[in-house]
């Protein structure tokens, strides 16, 4: 069965951004796949976090996950740090990625520049500890969003180049994973600045839409959501950012095409197409926020799923790490 493994930092609330590239896509996996799918705690600490904070998201997280339809038995749902072998794996990656193919890395480009008080090496090396997390797992696919394409270029990059050195053609140390990203909803922009993604960090609190604004919130937001000049509703990224962001809400939220959407709405105004996107939108997350106070108020049962997926992950994770130190010719523990 194949694997596929992916993850989300705990670094803001979760965005509409991160449902439609990747969490509404995670979950009809889990009946083909082989599903990992992770909080990734050691990956936020890369930006000062506060830790009250932190931990209140954690669970906040987890009850999304579960809201969202991942079934944590169908799934292995877990932390990060909870699994050591993260850690010890991204270590030894270290070692065989250049500083020169991190730094070319866009995202630590732009984090650097947003936090320039705090360039730490960890934000650095934030692509070795992703590659560490997905081949852990022996993850055929990786399912995310068009903003992790160079970082799994990356993974591939140095999982290829360790079983060069370490493995042979016939029995290669690591899967070299593929990205799995879709085909609408990968990259989901702002609603004030529609050429930016979405993000769960920014700053402005209407650019994003978070799970868990109540309907009227959204409403508003996409109704103020900044759009283009002149009235025609087309799908032209370059000339028609706010619009063409506006289409693709519509068609990862309800299946249709961007081609039908905009033969339905040109000719009939912005307005008309914000109400259906805002309609679409609350009612795409109506489910997930029904569901979403019940989970979060049992954190007894949150921490069950934690451990019982934290149990399941190590076990694959411990033996892929063996498999690498015996390679190295470390010493069997
Ligand atoms: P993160 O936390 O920034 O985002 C989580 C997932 O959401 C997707 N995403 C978006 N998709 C569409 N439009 C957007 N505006 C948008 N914003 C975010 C991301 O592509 C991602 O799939 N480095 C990762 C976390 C990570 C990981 C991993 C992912 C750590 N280890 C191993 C996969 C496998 C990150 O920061 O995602």
């Not at 954690?58 to 038995?73: K, R």
């Not at 909803?185 to 978070?210: F, N, V």
């Not at 370059?238 to 339905?264: R, V, W, Y």
Request: proline fraction near 6%; glycine fraction near 8%; include cysteine.
């Amino acid at each position: 069965c194949p694997v596929v493994l992916s993850g989300i930092q705990p670094s803001g609330r979760l965005t509409l951004g991160n449902y439609l590239g990747a969490i509404k896509n995670w979950v009809p996996l889990s009946d083909t796949h082989d599903c990992h799918y992770m909080l990734v705690d050691l990956h936020a600490i890369t930006v000062r976090q506060d830790p009250k904070v932190l931990r209140d998201r954690c669970f906040e997280f987890i009850s999304l996950y579960l809201a969202c339809g991942l079934d944590p038995v169908k799934n292995v749902l877990f932390v990060q740090s909870h699994v050591p072998a993260h850690a010890r794996l991204s270590w030894v990656l270290n070692c065989y990625t250049q500083m020169g193919e991190l730094s070319r890395m866009t995202q630590f480009k732009d984090k650097s520049a947003k936090n320039v008080d705090n360039i730490n090496a960890g934000l650095f090396d934030y692509p070795v500890l992703m590659a560490a997390d997905i081949l852990l797992y022996d993850a055929t696919g990786v399912p995310v969003g068009d903003d992790q394409k160079q970082h799994l270029e990356l993974t591939r990059d140095v999982a290829i180049r360790f079983n060069n050195a370490h493995g042979t053609k016939e029995k290669p140390i690591f899967v070299v994973p593929e990205p799995m990203i879709p085909p609408v909803g990968a990259r989901i922009m702002g609603l004030q600045d529609p050429t930016a993604k979405m993000s769960k960090s920014g700053d402005a609190e209407t650019d994003a839409i978070y799970l868990l604004d109540p309907p009227d919130t959204i409403t508003r937001k996409l109704k103020r959501a900044v759009t283009d000049l002149g009235s025609e509703v087309r799908f032209d990224i370059k000339e028609k950012p706010g619009i063409s962001n506006l289409m693709s809400i519509l068609a990862a939220t309800t299946g249709q095409s961007i081609d039908a959407i905009g033969a339905a709405y040109n000719g009939q105004g912005y307005g008309k197409l914000k109400g259906a996107v805002a309609e679409a939108v609350v009612e795409c997350l109506k489910p997930v926020q029904e569901r979403y106070q019940a989970l979060r108020a049992d954190e007894a049962g949150l921490m069950r799923v934690l451990r019982d997926g934290a149990a399941r992950a190590q076990l694959k994770a411990d033996a892929t790490l063996k498999r690498v130190h015996e390679a190295l010719g470390f010493i069997p523990e």
